[in-house]
């Protein structure tokens, strides 16, 4: 860190050329706005790059680096949530004078690369910040280099607020599915707050455009602001996303939020048809039930959204998924999901004969391989799933924290403490309560697009109940048994008690 500060600062007080390179997903997005603003308010001369998803791929890549250089002619790039591993592309900035720091937050499976400086906490024996995401990292650079200037006396400092910038962090934080305990709860809860005040333009007006959101939590950005900030990266390049978030604009900001929410209807279509196509069969390799993984490869199904489709198959059938879209060449890109007990990365390693390369984590990962060894790879790795998994029950399951009566969830106290808990995700999971012997008042009816709403009653007692995507399932005639998640409902100034349904079943089941 003191390094990279010093190089920083540097560069700001001799008005180099400064490059901030970052990625194409909400935490990259995020990061990199966040060092723009933060290094522009400090007065520096700071450009932003984004790489395309399809052309470039993930990280600092050496044709990107060399394009960048071409371009912008910077004397300094810093990187946002990526670039530890990239030991060629840094080399290459390097012989032609060009420094590089680092900011990352991903697992270092090699060497690293020769910059200047690297601010990676997974590159450090202290457990503090090792689940930082991207963005949480960059934050932390920003807040080192207003410390330095405070201690040398710099006035650029005095204007800069690192607690505006609050809201970037939380929605990167969330959108990156890191664990929301320790210090991330505190920056997710803080940035929540200051993402309410609706300061920042674009995603108060992405809101609107979404439908009006309301409250914000982390539902609305892991499920509605998320995946809208992504699908500019899905789809071509993120750099709407970025603008969305710099712009100060109104009339910009809608603009560019239109465009958003038109790339995420075109994401879901492309995603639904390939999902569609893997379950007719998909050449008889898709059998989840009969077999321990999901294992399915497609001619030119669409990169940027395979990683969703993978990680919406792995939890919709509870198995280790790969996702592999293949080119006209004959080469596939896969992306990988998995679930508890099994380790993707060993799995690919075991598996490394097969695959052009890969890499990741236990339970997230990427591969390439070319399109004649795919069969080969699907054995292997069925038998290495099978062996690891043999004996468990990869069934899909619902885990209540207890059963409750609607008398105690309706209680102020009872919804004040969840609230206290907040915010939740990874790491600090919402709790699902379950409730038996409930009713249904009146008729279930559909709502917005496939959601069930219903009135439940127990007792004496009646609660309003909505299950998102559930307008298709047949609600139980008597008696069920339901789990729920529990929600403070805002609607003309009354705040009332709503039930979220997970899940419901005939009661005595």
Known sequence: MTDAVARIWRGIQQGESILIY???DVDGITSAALMVEV??????????????????????????????IERYRPSLII????GTGSVDAVGVARDVGVDVVVTDHHEVSGPVAPAVAIVNPKLGAC????????????FKVCHALLKAGRDQGLPAVSGVDLRAHLDLVALGTIADVVPLRGENRILTAHGLARLNRKDRKGIAILGEVAGGLGELGTYHVAF?????????????????????????????????????????????????????QIEAGNGGAFQPVTQPCIVVGGQGWHLGVIGVVASRLSTRYGRPTIVIGFDEKGVGRGSCRSVEGFDLLQGLKQCESLVR????????????????????????????????????DLTPALCLEDWVALGEVQETEFLGVLE???????????????????RVSGAPRMVGTGHLKMTIISGSRSCEAIGFHMASREVPQGAMDIAFTVRRNHFMGRSTVQLQLQDFRPSGV
């Open 22 to 24: 970052g990625d194409y």
């Open 39 to 68: 290094l522009s308010a400090l007065g520096a001369r700071v450009a932003c790059y984004l790489p395309s998803r399809l052309e470039e791929g993930y990280g600092l890549g050496v044709q990107a680096v060399q394009r960048c």
């Open 79 to 82: 990187t946002t949530d990526c």
């Open 127 to 138: 457990a503090a910040g090792q689940d930082l995401a991207g963005v949480g990292v960059a």
């Open 224 to 276: 509605v602001l998320g995946p809208r900030l992504n699908a500019a990266g899905r789809l071509g390049t993120a750099d709407a996303a970025l603008e969305l978030l710099l712009t100060r604009e109104d009339e910009r900001a809608r603009v560019l939020s239109e465009v958003l929410e038109s790339l995420n209807r075109d994401r879901k279509q492309i995603e639904k048809a390939i999902i569609e």
């Open 357 to 392: 390369r890969y890499g990741g984590h236990a339970m997230a990962a990427g591969m390439e391989i070319q399109r004649g060894n795919l069969e080969s790879f699907q054995e292997a790795f069925h038998r290495l799933c099978a062996g690891a998994l043999q004996g468990k």
């Open 420 to 438: 206290r808990m907040a915010p939740f995700g990874e790491g600090n999971p919402e709790p699902v309560w379950g409730m038996r012997g409930v």
